[in-house]
Each structure stands twice: as structure tokens, then as C-alpha cells.
């Protein structure tokens, strides 16, 4: 099983930048697919970006040209670099991976953006 810990929310004004880390720790079988949701208040979970084993992005529409999604394969980590925030990027975010069909979740890190 792969735990999956975030790290960096918090509150930012509109126009500012934040990184998101998430650290997976485990039984690790090679590179897995990984990726970043949220879910604002009464909406539902969203993707962001994900970055599959090749390292191959995608992004949501809203965000592109502004996050960026970056791993670290000897360290088992990826990151979500946010610039350009804006109030409607407030949510809870959440790490995952794929562990080979299983889904794995973090607890989720807030971020709160100000106007």
C-alpha cells in the first residue's frame, strides 16, 4: 500500500504563487502514474494535472499556463507549482496514485486563495 502525504497549502492573495509536495512512502513498485485533484466547497473533485510513468502531463483547462507539474522519481515525490491564483482556485487539493489499479489518496491540503 502507498501512503501519500501533501505539504504547502495555505493562504495566498490573488496573484501569488504556491507548491504543493506530496511524498509517497511504501511498498513502491516503480514509477506510478500520479496526479493532483481538488474539491472547492459543495463541488465536486476535479482533476488538475497528472504526469503519467513517462513523465507526459496534462492539465485541467483552467489552469493551464499557470500550475505545473513536476516529480521526482529518485525521492518518490511530486509537485504542483502554482502561479497566477486566483479566488476560484480555492479548494481542498489532493495527491494521488495509481499503484497499479489501486487508487491511493492523500488527506488533502488547503488552499485559500484571497481577492
Known amino acids: 500500500q502507498v501512503q501519500l502525504v501533501e505539504s504547502g497549502g495555505g493562504l495566498v492573495q490573488a496573484g501569488g504563487s504556491l507548491r504543493l509536495s506530496c511524498a509517497a512512502s511504501?511498498?513502491?513498485?516503480?514509477?506510478?502514474?500520479m496526479a493532483w485533484f481538488r474539491q472547492a466547497p459543495g463541488k465536486e473533485r476535479e482533476l488538475v494535472a497528472r504526469?503519467?510513468?513517462?513523465?507526459?502531463?496534462n492539465y485541467a483547462d483552467s489552469v493551464k499556463g499557470r500550475f505545473t507539474i513536476v516529480r521526482d522519481n529518485a525521492k518518490a515525490m511530486v509537485a504542483l507549482q502554482m502561479t497566477g491564483l486566483r479566488p476560484d482556485d480555492t479548494a481542498v487539493y489532493y495527491c494521488y496514485a495509481n499503484d497499479y489499479g489501486a487508487s491511493c489518496w492523500g488527506q488533502g491540503t488547503q488552499v485559500t486563495v484571497s481577492s
Open positions: 511504501g511498498v513502491i513498485s516503480g514509477i506510478l502514474p
Open positions: 504526469i503519467d510513468r513517462g513523465g507526459t502531463t
